[in-house]
């Protein structure tokens, strides 16, 4: 893989980091996201705003939309990655040896979801900091003793403490245009901004990556400040919001205040956001304020229609919670999106088709990106699956190339699947095929695996088209190339 840079980056004159505690230059700070679903990430403007307003010189550096510029990493006293998911991580381990090379007396921190389950191997990558959780305060702490002139300890901190947000400052990121677009069931396209109204989650799902560092809490982000950020992405053209949290009814009254708000300044702009099945169902009265606040779909969390999968994962919800949310949405006007981890080691080939004919038989196939049919069940270092002692059992050691635990199912004819049916979704993608389209050629290989006739989806109804982000990817899913070698 080539290091690719800009041509003629490199700036003259600039401060070393090991000029930091005499020069007059203001400290600088760089952060740097790998990757986050296609969203301009609030993961870089909240921390920016608070090391900007410390008067520290701060760079915020998207890799998932342009590559590494050297003139705004040279001379930074601290560059700090944020792995928020699985596939900014495995990007990471591509950078930071890079990082690491052209910068060798600054400060490599990383933070997010990811880092502080990575510790051992973002040591041995250079990482000195790790932190977790409700990071900005360690961030700036570390950023102030680094320009004080400290000599800093190794450490691995994860805090879910209540900090004070303050309004992210995105002006150095890339255009809102450059990110992924809502698009609409008729083909029209909207710029799309992207907001955070909570962070961390209140539920204990077994393969959840936000499990192991929030454990059960969350933290909410002031209306005022939410409705601030949603101001300045209006005014830089977002016609949309598409809501990150992991779950936007973990505290309801707070999301309907944050919704309510929005909708009372900005009628024209419509919103997404994720709810767990679980709220769904205890809370359906919620889906018609949310349809009446321009709600246009809510993505949730299905992972499989089979209780024993559900029972593995602990998600907290039946087939059947599903199927009753389902109509409770339908009835309300607002389109669900469902997503789904269809491979796991309890998934057989009967099962992975039962799961193909019951997104026929709920008109969901539009409802579903083809990369859903494709996700194989992760296991990262920390994850909760791990106290399970069987599964653990059959797991191998963890892989430093896949950032997780490996397992084979125990028919080796459902791995086979799962590689075909991941390169079939992304070369129909690549292809611009519809999801129906696409949906038609993962049926006939789950069929030709299992053997026999290939029923005809002739006259199949695949559903309503839903509004979409035009970025259909996922924090499980396998990083591509393209992506690995972006920056
Ligand atoms: S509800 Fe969603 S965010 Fe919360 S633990 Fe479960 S999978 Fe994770």
Known sequence: MDWKV??????????????????????????????ELG??????????????????????????????????????????????????????MELLPRLRKILPGT?????????????????????VSLFGGECEPDLL??????????????????????????????????????????????????VSGFAEASRGCKHLCRHCPVVPVYRGRFRIVPPEVVLDDVRQQVTAGARHISFGDPD??????????????????????????????????????????LKETGCLWITTAVESLDEAVLDYLDKGHTGDDFI???????????????????FTPWTGLEG????????????????????????????????????????????????RATLGHPWQHADPRVDALQRQVSEIASSGEAEGLSRPAIFARVWNAAHAALGGTVPALDGADFGPVIPALDEPWYCCAEPTEQQLGSF
């Open 6 to 35: 800009e041509a003629g980056s490199l700036a003259q004159g600039v401060v070393g980091p090991d000029d930091w505690s005499s020069a007059s230059a203001p400290f600088r700070v760089v952060l740097v996201n790998p990757y």
């Open 39 to 92: 969203r301009q990430p609030f993961a870089l403007a909240e921390p920016a705003a608070w090391l900007r307003r410390a008067g520290f010189d701060v760079s915020c550096i998207d890799l998932s939309r342009g590559r590494l510029d050297l003139d705004r990493v040279m001379g930074a006293g601290m560059v700090a990655v944020f792995l928020g998911m699985h596939t900014a991580t495995r990007i990471a």
């Open 107 to 127: 400060h490599l921190c990383a933070y997010g979801l990811y880092a502080p389950l990575n510790e051992a191997l973002l040591r041995e990558l250079g990482v």
């Open 141 to 190: 702490g570390l950023a102030e003793n680094l320009r004080s002139g400290e000599v800093i300890q190794p450490v691995n901190r994860i805090s879910t403490e209540a900090i004070e947000f303050v309004r992210p400052d995105r002006h150095d990121l890339p255009p809102l245009e450059a990110y992924a677009k809502l698009r609409l069931a008729d083909g029209e396209e909207r």
């Open 248 to 289: 936007f009814l973990n505290g309801p009254t707070h999301a309907l205040r944050v919704v309510e708000a929005l909708h009372a300044e900005f009628p024209e702009v419509s919103y997404d956001c994720t709810i767990k099945v679980e709220h769904l169902v205890r809370r359906p009265e919620v889906l018609p304020r």
């Open 324 to 342: 009753s949310a389902l109509a409770s949405a339908r009835e309300a006007g607002v389109p669900l999106a469902p997503t789904f981890v269809p």
């Open 352 to 399: 992975y088709v039962a799961l193909l004919q019951g997104l026929l038989d709920l008109d969901l196939v539009n409802s579903v990106p083809p990369v859903q049919l494709s996700i194989r069940l992760l296991v990262p270092g920390g994850s909760l699956l791990l106290e399970l002692d069987d599964f653990r059992a059959t797991l191998g050691p963890f892989d």
